[in-house]
């Protein structure tokens, strides 16, 4: 079975598997625009991302998530909000 190579990939560039990542249209779009003035492709700058945030060269805000117990609404809680 013949094997699909992109003509978009420069000459001599190792092959990969092609991912997917989703983002805004606005994000994208002002991200393609930089990175075609700095003359390389958005798939290069993504690649570089993913390969300085996996040595550790790149860390992101920690975020915490909190769970709370929801109230139960009880006829005393009931009747507190009526008066």
């Known amino acids: 079975m013949a094997r699909y190579t992109s003509t978009r990939r420069p000459n001599g560039s190792p092959e990969h598997p092609v991912r997917s990542v989703r983002v805004s249209n606005e ?7 930089r990175a075609t003035y700095e003359g390389v492709t958005i798939s290069h ?10 040595a550790g060269l790149l860390d992101l805000p920690r975020v915490q998530v ?15 909000e009526v008066a």
């Open 45 to 54: 700058v993504l690649a570089l991302i993913a390969e300085g945030y996996a």
């Open 66 to 80: 909190t769970y709370t117990q929801p109230m139960t609404q009880t006829a005393d809680n009931v009747k507190e």
């Open 27 to 33: 994000v994208w779009e002002k991200a393609k625009r």
